[in-house]
């Protein structure tokens, strides 16, 4: 079996999901379920079954986290030494050749990818567009929308 790499903030913001879930979200529904079941008639109860499909949805996401965590290889990009050259873990600034616009992607493991924070998972096809490249390169990619330019400012690990 493969090991899923991450990183280690992904994995300690995973972590923290896990632990929430555990600690706080599992006995909260724990106990709205017996309240629930304290109403009567269990087949017309509306709460109960609300919060026995929340606590379904609850164990599995946990059940995925331990799963994910288990099997996740954990990298620590501050200790990674590229120099200049992209690999797993770095923080890319990118400048769209086209337009001019800057933006910034950090390339993660599946399991943590969020292009709402700029996090693109390593099998995405910018992330293999970019691997092995340095600051100063240009590159293309195939995107959704067309063929995207861009050329690489700078590459850190933080």
């Known amino acids: 079996m493969s090991r899923a790499p991450i990183t ?28 629930a079941r304290a109403h009567g008639d269990l087949k017309e109860n509306a709460e109960y079954h609300a919060a026995r499909e929340l606590q379904s949805f609850t164990e599995g996401r946990i059940a995925q986290l331990e799963g994910l965590l288990s ?10 030494n590229a120099g200049k050259r992209v690999v797993f873990g770095a923080t890319v600034d990118l400048e769209d050749e086209d337009s001019g616009a800057a933006v910034t992607y950090q390339i993660v493991g599946d399991l943590e990818a969020d292009i709402k924070q700029n996090l693109i998972a390593v099998s995405s096809p910018i992330a293999r567009a970019l691997i092995g490249k340095s600051a100063g390169d240009s590159f293309e ?12 400012i700078d590459v850190r690990y933080l």
């Open 8 to 35: 280690k903030t992904g994995s300690e913001r995973l972590r923290a999901e896990l632990d929430r879930l555990k600690s706080t979200e599992r006995p909260r529904i724990i106990a709205a379920i017996a309240e």
């Open 141 to 152: 990619f195939t995107a959704p929308n067309g063929v995207k330019h861009y050329e690489i």
């Open 71 to 80: 099997t996740a290889e954990v990298i620590d990009v501050s200790r990674l």
